[in-house]
C-alpha cells in the first residue's frame, strides 16, 4: 500500500460506521461529523438542482415555438431568473466543497474531521437559511431580474433585489466559513507524512478556491450595503433616477461574481484530477504545474470582472485591458487539460462511470474553453455578447464543467460514501444520454448566437426555430439521462452490493480506510510514506 | 422612394440574411474585420480541439486497460513540456488578443463626417431623432455608403443596440450618452434587436433598419416620412403602427399591458383614484400625451408620455383612428 496504514490490515466494511453509529433525526442535526454534514449538503444541493433542472425543461419547451408554448413573457422571464439563481447560488457554488470537498477532504488528509466541526454545522445552517430566503424572496418578489440584477431593471422591482442580495449574502457567509474551515483544516490537520506536495489535486483545488470565496464574498456585502443605502436612504449610487450610475453596479456584481465562477469550476477541475488518475492507474502527469494552476487561476481570476462588459459603456482602455487579462487566465486551464491528457498515456485506463464522465468532462470542457476565446476577442465579443452564443458557452464550462465533473466524483466516492456499489451498465447508460443530450442542446446553441439569436428572448425570428426545437429535444435526452442516474444511484442503497474499501484501486488516504468509513475517520492516524498518485509496482 | 408608414408591423418581423453558416451576410464597413477575427479564432479552436480530443481517443484506444496487472509509466513531468504548452498558447492567445483589438479600435472611434441620429431606447421602443427634428420610431433609415454614428441614451432601463448583418453593439444606459458607428455597404431590410434583457416585451424590442440609396434618404429626411393628406383615421391608424401601441393595446377587446381600445370612446373609465371619466376627446388627447395624469383603475403607470413627440395634428390623428374602434 502506498499510503499505508500502520501495521493493520484495512477492515473492508466496519461493523459501525458513520452512518449507523448514531440514530435519529437529532443525530443528524446536530452533528458535527464531516461526513454526515457533507451528506446533508448532498441531498440539499441536489433537490436544487433538480429544482433548477425542472425549470430549465420549462423553459427549453416554452422556446419549442416563437410566441406563447405554454407560459406567458412574465412567467418565462421569472423562470430564467429562477433557474439561473437556483442553478448558480443554490446548487453550483456549494455543491462541491459543501458535499463532496466536506466529505473527502479530511479523509484525504488523514484526519478525524475539519478543524472546526461545529462552524461546519454552522455553514450547513447558514446554507439552509440562505436558501430558503433567496428562493422565498425570487418567488414572491416576483424577481424577473435575471439571475445578474442588473440596475436600474432590479430598481423597479422594489424591495426583492435587496432581499435576494442579503439571501445570497448569507450563502456567501457559509460559503466564506467552509473555506476558513477548509484552508485551516489544510494547514493543521495534515497527518503525519502528508507534505503539501503529497496533497491531493482535489485538496488544492479547494485550497484555491477556499482562497477565492473568502477574498471575493466580502465584495457582495458591501454591495448589498450600498444597496441599502440607496434603497432606504436615497443615496444615489445605483440608480441613474437618483443620480447614480448603473454600470457601477454591474463592476460591483462581476468583481463577486467572476470570481465566482472559479469557484465553480476549480472544485471540479480537482475532481477530474483524481478520478483520471485513479481509473487510468498511473501517476498524475504534471502535479506541480496542476497544483500551480489552480493557484494562478484564482488569483489572475480577480482581474478580468470587466470582461462582462465589454460593450457596456465602460472606457475603451478598461475594455483593452481586461481582454488580455482574460487570455492570460485561458493558460492555466490549457496547462491542466495538456496534463490530465498526458495522465492518459501509457496508463490503463478502465471505463469505468466516474472515468467515463471524466472523459466527458475533458471533450466539453475543452469546447467551454475555446469558446471562451471567441468571447475574449474584443470585435468578436461585439458581435456575439448576449446572444445564445454566450449561453452555450457558460453551459458548456458550468454544466459540461462543473456539473459533470460533480456527477462524476459523486459516482468515483459514492461506494466510500454509501458502501454500496451502483450498476456499471447503468452508470455507463446515464452518462451516454447526458453526454449526448447536452451536446445536441447545447451546441446547437453556439450556432443560434452567432446567426444572432439574442439571450433571454422570450419570442424570436422564425428562422431560428428549426435550431430551437432541436435543443429542445435534447433537453428532453439531458433529463432521461438524469432521471436514470438517479434511479441507479438510489437502487443501489437498497440492492446494491456492499463496496470493499478500495474498488477503484485509489492511493489517496480516503480509499485506506473502510466504506463507509468509522466516524473518526480511521482506525490509527495513518502515517504516509509515498505521494497520493504512485501507482508503481513496488507499491501495489 | 420609402414608401410613408402606414402599415408598418407592430414589431418588425424582418428575417436575419444569413451569410456563411455561422454568421449573417456581413453589410458594414466593420463586418469584414469582425468576420476576419471569428475565422482566425475559429480555426485556432478547431486546431486545439482536433489536437486534443484527437490525443484523447488515441490514448483511450491505446492504452485501455488489458488485466488488472498492468504496469503503467512512472513518469510524472516534463519541464520542456509545461514551457512548451505555457508559452505556445500564450503566443497564440496574444496574437488573438491584438486581432480583436484592432476591429474594436475600428468600431470605437467615428469617422469626423459621420451622420449623427439620436436613439432612444425605453421599453419596449426604439425612437431615432435626426438633427433636422424628424422622429422616426421601430425604423432606422440610413443612407448607404455614409458612416452614420449614433448617440444613444435610455429613458428607463438599460438597452442594447445590436444589429447582426452590421456586427455592432453597444449597450444604452439611461443617464449617460453611449456611441457607435457604422457604414452600412448594401440597401436592404435589417432587423435591429435589442440586447440587453429589459422586461417582459425584451424580445419583441426590435426595429427595422432600413439602408437606403442616399438619394432616396435625402427626399425621406425632407418629407419627415410621412404622408401628410391622407384622411385622419388612415393616417391615425398608421401612427398606432408606427408608435407600437399596440404592443399593450389590443383592439378586439383583450387586456394587455394596457387596457383595449376598442369601444373606448365616451364610455365611463374608472381612474384609479376612484373618479369616474367620460372617455371624450379632451381625455383621449390627455391619456395618449400625459398617460399618467390619470390611470385606469387595474393598471400601471407604465405608459410612456408622448407629449414631447407626437405633433398636434398626430394626436388628432390618432383620436380619429380610436374613435372608430367600436
Ligand atoms: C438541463 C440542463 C439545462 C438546460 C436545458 C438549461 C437551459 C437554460 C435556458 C433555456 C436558459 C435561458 C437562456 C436565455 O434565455 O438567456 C438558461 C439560462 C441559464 N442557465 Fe441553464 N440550463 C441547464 C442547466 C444549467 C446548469 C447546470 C447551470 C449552472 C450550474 C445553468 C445555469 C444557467 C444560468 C446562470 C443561466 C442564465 C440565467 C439568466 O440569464 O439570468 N443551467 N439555461
Ligand atoms: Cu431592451
Given at each position: 500500500?502506498a ?13 459501525t460506521?458513520?452512518?449507523?453509529a ?7 442535526l446536530l ?9 446533508m449538503?448532498?441531498a ?5 438542482f433538480?429544482?433548477g ?12 415555438t416563437p ?8 412567467t ?5 431568473t ?7 447560488f443554490l446548487?453550483?457554488?456549494?455543491a ?7 466529505f ?7 484526519a478525524k474531521?475539519?478543524?472546526f466541526?461545529?462552524?461546519?454545522l454552522l455553514?450547513?445552517?447558514l446554507y439552509?437559511?440562505?436558501?430558503l430566503?433567496?428562493?422565498s424572496s ?6 424577473d431580474?435575471?439571475w445578474?440584477?442588473y440596475?436600474?431593471?432590479s430598481?423597479?422591482?422594489g424591495?426583492?433585489v ?19 474551515n477548509f ?9 503525519p ?7 491531493p489535486?482535489?485538496?488544492?483545488a479547494?485550497?484555491a478556491t ?6 471575493a ?5 458591501i454591495?448589498l ?13 445605483f ?16 468583481f ?17 484530477s483524481?478520478?483520471?488518475?485513479v481509473?487510468?492507474?498511473r ?13 494562478a ?6 482581474l478580468?470582472?470587466?470582461?462582462h462588459?465589454?460593450v ?10 481586461f ?6 487566465v ?8 495538456f496534463n ?5 498515456w501509457?496508463?490503463?485506463?478502465k471505463y469505468?462511470?466516474p ?5 466527458s468532462?475533458m ?10 476565446l471567441f468571447c ?12 445564445y ?9 458550468m ?6 465533473a460533480?456527477?462524476?466524483g ?16 447503468l452508470?455507463a447508460?446515464?452518462?451516454a444520454?447526458?453526454f449526448?443530450?447536452?451536446n445536441?442542446t447545447?451546441?446547437t446553441?453556439f450556432?443560434?448566437?452567432s ?11 422564425d428562422?431560428?426555430?428549426p435550431?430551437h ?6 433537453s428532453?435526452?439531458?433529463g432521461?439521462g438524469?432521471i ?7 437502487a ?10 478500495n474498488?477503484?484501486?485509489g492511493?489517496?488516504l480516503e480509499?485506506?480506510t ?12 495513518p502515517?504516509v510514506t ?8 513496488e507499491h501495489? | 422612394?420609402?414608401?410613408?408608414d ?8 424582418e428575417?436575419?440574411?444569413q ?5 449573417p ?11 476576419n ?12 480541439f482536433?489536437?486534443v ?5 488515441y ?5 485501455k486497460?488489458r488485466?488488472e496487472?498492468?504496469v503503467?509509466s512512472n ?10 504548452w505555457?508559452l505556445?498558447p500564450?503566443?497564440?492567445?496574444m496574437?488573438?488578443f491584438?486581432v480583436g483589438?484592432?476591429?474594436?479600435m ?5 469617422p469626423?463626417?459621420?451622420?449623427e441620429?439620436?436613439?432612444t ?20 433609415i ?5 458612416p ?8 428607463d432601463?438599460i438597452?442594447?443596440?445590436f444589429v ?7 449597450d ?15 440597401a436592404?431590410k435589417y ?6 434583457y429589459?422586461g417582459?416585451g ?16 435625402k ?7 410621412e ?7 388612415k ?6 403602427a408606427k408608435w ?6 389590443s ?5 394587455k ?5 376598442k ?6 373609465e374608472?381612474?384609479n ?19 399618467n ?11 410612456p408620455?408622448?407629449?414631447d413627440?407626437l405633433?398636434?395634428d ?8 380610436i374613435?372608430?374602434?367600436?
Amino acid at each position: 500500500m502506498a499510503q499505508a496504514v500502520a501495521d493493520s490490515p484495512i477492515p473492508e466494511q466496519s461493523g459501525t460506521n458513520y452512518i449507523n453509529a448514531q440514530k435519529g433525526i437529532l443525530s443528524w442535526l446536530l452533528t458535527v461529523d464531516h461526513k454526515r454534514i457533507g451528506l446533508m449538503y448532498l441531498a440539499s444541493t441536489i433537490i436544487a438542482f433538480a429544482l433548477g433542472g425542472f425549470f430549465a425543461l420549462m423553459l427549453r419547451l416554452e422556446l419549442l415555438t416563437p410566441k406563447r408554448t405554454i407560459m406567458d413573457a412574465a412567467t418565462y422571464n421569472q423562470a430564467f431568473t429562477l433557474h439561473g439563481a437556483v442553478m448558480v447560488f443554490l446548487f453550483i457554488i456549494p455543491a462541491v466543497p459543501g458535499a463532496i470537498g466536506n466529505f473527502v477532504l479530511p479523509i484525504m488528509l488523514g484526519a478525524k474531521d475539519v478543524a472546526f466541526p461545529k462552524l461546519n454545522l454552522l455553514s450547513l445552517y447558514l446554507y439552509w437559511t440562505g436558501a430558503l430566503f433567496t428562493l422565498s424572496s425570487l418567488v414572491t418578489g416576483g424577481l424577473d431580474t435575471g439571475w445578474t440584477f442588473y440596475v436600474p431593471y432590479s430598481a423597479t422591482t422594489g424591495g426583492a433585489v435587496v432581499k435576494v442580495t442579503l439571501g445570497v449574502f448569507i450563502l456567501g457567509f457559509s460559503s466564506i466559513l467552509t473555506g476558513l474551515n477548509f484552508i485551516v483544516t489544510v494547514h493543521k490537520l495534515r497527518a503525519p507524512g502528508v507534505s503539501w506536495f503529497r496533497l491531493p489535486l482535489l485538496v488544492w483545488a479547494l485550497y484555491a478556491t477556499s482562497v477565492v470565496q473568502i477574498l471575493a464574498t466580502p465584495v457582495l456585502g458591501i454591495t448589498l450595503v450600498l444597496l441599502m443605502m440607496e434603497r432606504v436612504l436615497h443615496i444615489g449610487i445605483f440608480d441613474p433616477a437618483l443620480g447614480g450610475d448603473p454600470v457601477l453596479f454591474q463592476h460591483f456584481f462581476w468583481f463577486y461574481s467572476h470570481p465566482a465562477v472559479y469557484i465553480m469550476i476549480l472544485p471540479g477541475m480537482g475532481i477530474i484530477s483524481e478520478i483520471i488518475s485513479v481509473h487510468a492507474k498511473r501517476r498524475i502527469f504534471g502535479y506541480k504545474a496542476i497544483a500551480f494552476s489552480s493557484m494562478a487561476i484564482a488569483l489572475i481570476g480577480f482581474l478580468v470582472w470587466g470582461h462582462h462588459m465589454f460593450v457596456a459603456g465602460q472606457s475603451h482602455m478598461a475594455a483593452t485591458i481586461f481582454s488580455f487579462l482574460t487570455f492570460l487566465v485561458a493558460i492555466p486551464s490549457g496547462v491542466k487539460v495538456f496534463n490530465w491528457l498526458l495522465t492518459l498515456w501509457r496508463g490503463s485506463i478502465k471505463y469505468t462511470t466516474p472515468m467515463l464522465f471524466a472523459l466527458s468532462f475533458m471533450f466539453l470542457f475543452t469546447i467551454g474553453g475555446l469558446t471562451g476565446l471567441f468571447c475574449g476577442m474584443l470585435s468578436v465579443d461585439m458581435h456575439i455578447h448576449d446572444t445564445y452564443f454566450v449561453v452555450a458557452h457558460f453551459h458548456y464550462v458550468m454544466m459540461g464543467g462543473t456539473v459533470i465533473a460533480f456527477v462524476g466524483g459523486l459516482h468515483h466516492w459514492w461506494p466510500k460514501m454509501t458502501g454500496k456499489m451502483y450498476g456499471e451498465k447503468l452508470g455507463a447508460l446515464s452518462c451516454a444520454l447526458v453526454f449526448i443530450g447536452f451536446n445536441a442542446t447545447f451546441f446547437t446553441q453556439f450556432i443560434l448566437g452567432s446567426r444572432g439569436m439574442p439571450r433571454r428572448y422570450y419570442n424570436y425570428l422564425d428562422q431560428f426555430q428549426p435550431l430551437h426545437q432541436f435543443s429542445t429535444v435534447g433537453s428532453w435526452v439531458i433529463g432521461l439521462g438524469f432521471i436514470v442516474m438517479a434511479y441507479n444511484l438510489l437502487a443501489s442503497l437498497t440492492s446494491g452490493a456492499r463496496a470493499p474499501a478500495n474498488p477503484w484501486g485509489g492511493k489517496s488516504l480516503e480509499w485506506q480506510t473502510a466504506s463507509p468509513p468509522i466516524t473518526e475517520n480511521f482506525e490509527v492516524t495513518p502515517k504516509v510514506t509515498h505521494g497520493p498518485y504512485d501507482f508503481s509496482p513496488e507499491h501495489q | 422612394m420609402i414608401a410613408p408608414d402606414t402599415a408598418a408591423p407592430v414589431a418588425s418581423q424582418e428575417p436575419i440574411h444569413q451569410g456563411s453558416f455561422w454568421l449573417p451576410k456581413a453589410v458594414s464597413t466593420l463586418a469584414p474585420g469582425v468576420d476576419n477575427a471569428w475565422n482566425i479564432v475559429m480555426w485556432v479552436c478547431v486546431f486545439f480541439f482536433v489536437l486534443v480530443i484527437g490525443t484523447m481517443l488515441y490514448f483511450m484506444w491505446k492504452y485501455k486497460r488489458r488485466s488488472e496487472n498492468d504496469v503503467t509509466s512512472n513518469i510524472d513531468h516534463s519541464a520542456r513540456l509545461e514551457i512548451a504548452w505555457t508559452l505556445l498558447p500564450l503566443i497564440i492567445v496574444m496574437a488573438l488578443f491584438f486581432v480583436g483589438l484592432t476591429g474594436f479600435m475600428n468600431s470605437a472611434v467615428a469617422p469626423s463626417d459621420s451622420f449623427e441620429i439620436q436613439v432612444t431606447g425605453e421599453r419596449w421602443l426604439w425612437t431615432f431623432i435626426y438633427p433636422n427634428g424628424t422622429i422616426s420610431p421601430t425604423k432606422l433609415i440610413v443612407p448607404k455608403g455614409k458612416p452614420v454614428r449614433m448617440v444613444m441614451s435610455s429613458k428607463d432601463v438599460i438597452h442594447s443596440f445590436f444589429v447582426p448583418e452590421f456586427r455592432i453593439k453597444r449597450d444604452v444606459i439611461p443617464g449617460q450618452y453611449t456611441s457607435i458607428w457604422f457604414e452600412a455597404t448594401e440597401a436592404g431590410k435589417y432587423t435591429l434587436e435589442c440586447t440587453e434583457y429589459c422586461g417582459q416585451g425584451h424580445s419583441d424590442m426590435l426595429a427595422t433598419v432600413e439602408v437606403v440609396e442616399p438619394e432616396a434618404f435625402k427626399q425621406w429626411l425632407e418629407s419627415g416620412g410621412e404622408d401628410k393628406n391622407m384622411p385622419p383615421a388612415k393616417r391615425g391608424e398608421g401612427l398606432f403602427a408606427k408608435w407600437q401601441c399596440g404592443t399593450c393595446h389590443s383592439l378586439d377587446g383583450s387586456r394587455k399591458v394596457g387596457p383595449s381600445l376598442k369601444g373606448l370612446f365616451n364610455r365611463d373609465e374608472t381612474m384609479n383614484d376612484g373618479k369616474v371619466v367620460k372617455a371624450d376627446e379632451n381625455y383621449l388627447r390627455e391619456s395618449i400625451l400625459v398617460s399618467n395624469a390619470k390611470v385606469v383603475k387595474g393598471y400601471e403607470p407604465v405608459m410612456p408620455l408622448f407629449k414631447d413627440t407626437l405633433k398636434d395634428d398626430q394626436v388628432d390623428a390618432l383620436i380619429a383612428y380610436i374613435k372608430e374602434q367600436k
